[in-house]
């Protein structure tokens, strides 16, 4: 077998040669919200799990190894819960601007999957959520980015209005990166997670569960330069779950909306070892669960206070 993945410090998705990331953020006069879009290349392989029993989703169902398209132009992760799901035709939209999406006659239909958290009102108005032109303005930003440029963490992006412990403390945006060991250091896995949850960091002994009001959801982003298929991309994204509940204490809950999608941009090949070949995918997903893992515990550690009419959400002790 493969030697164990090891974490290259923490990272970023962009650490994956063409991701970038964009970001939009509203947190004054009663918002508390944003959209953080992943921009892969084009021709770019993706896949979801989604294992939250109350998820807000878009185009997940495109994702499964058994349609039509393999490919994805966008990711959008968004506050707002349902009506946050709108901004991922702001994406679209810069997406048909720019000539990205499945050809069709007289034109290109893009394909943006997009998920939700719940964050509505933490801002203190129910009705301040993200809309079209804020996932266009976070598409925008993504594609106006360096290769490679660092990811603005904690209160950003969607990140922005979320919260762990039942909505007792602050969550955030992280992100995290594993370089493969061996014949495959070449290959990189990044993540980027969204930390809404009804959980908090697993430590031994804790507590599961704290009280609170509001619902919940984590979700990540997983990219690596590996060739994959759509179906390989699908079991990475199952495997990925684990780092959640390695981060988290509970997760996969009905009041959570978990989940994660798995991007292949495909530019670099898997060396495989004859004698076990399945041996570096199970290392690439290996690394996947660590990255999600690793971009959980950066979103909560980055989070900073936040005081708005609906109340205080302050960092996690010991984040």
């Known amino acids: 077998m493969s030697e164990q993945p090891e974490p290259s410090g923490p990272g970023s998705i962009t650490d994956v040669p063409g991701i970038r990331v964009g970001q939009a953020r509203r947190d004054t006069n009663g918002w508390l919200t944003g959209v953080s879009v992943v921009l892969p290349p084009p021709g770019t392989i993706g896949s979801v799990d989604v294992r939250g029993g109350g998820p807000g989703t878009h ?6 190894p058994t349609t039509m398209v393999p490919t994805v132009d966008a990711v959008a992760l968004t506050g707002g819960s349902a009506y946050g799901l709108a901004a991922a035709s702001g994406v679209q939209r810069w997406c048909e601007e720019n000539g990205r999406g499945f050809p069709v006659p007289g034109g290109v239909v893009p394909i943006v999957p997009a998920a939700a958290i719940f964050d509505l009102g933490r801002g203190g108005d129910f009705a301040k959520r993200p809309n079209a032109d804020m996932g266009y303005e976070a598409a925008l930003d993504a594609a106006g980015s360096a ?5 603005e963490r904690g209160n950003a992006g969607a990140g922005t209005g979320g919260a762990i412990g039942a909505g007792n403390f602050k969550g955030g945006l992280g992100t995290a990166s594993v370089r493969l060991t061996g014949e495959n ?3 990189v896995v990044g993540a980027l997670a969204v930390v809404n949850a009804a959980g908090i960091p697993w ?3 804790a507590a599961a569960m704290m009280p609170g009001e509001g619902l919940n959801t984590t979700l990540a982003v997983v990219a690596s330069n590996a060739t994959l298929s759509v179906a390989e991309a699908k079991r990475t994204a199952t495997a990925a779950h684990a780092g959640m509940a390695r981060a988290l ?3 996969h809950t009905l009041a959570d909306g978990d989940t994660i999608f798995v991007l292949a941009t495909c530019a670099d090949i898997l060396v495989l070892n ?3 070949p399945v041996a ?5 997903q290996c690394a996947a669960a660590e990255a999600v893992r690793l971009a959980i515990l950066d979103g909560v550690a980055r989070a900073t206070a936040v005081e708005t009419p609906a109340g205080t959400l302050r960092p996690f002790p010991g984040g």
């Not at 290769?147 to 990811?151: H, R, S």
Request: net charge negative; glycine share 8%.
């Open 59 to 64: 185009e997940t169902d495109a994702l499964d």
């Open 274 to 276: 004859p004698d076990v």
């Open 203 to 205: 430590q031994p002994g």
């Open 249 to 251: 204490n509970p997760v």
């Open 280 to 284: 570096a995918l199970i290392e690439l």
């Open 147 to 151: 290769e490679g440029a660092d990811v």
């Open 185 to 187: 250091s070449h290959i």
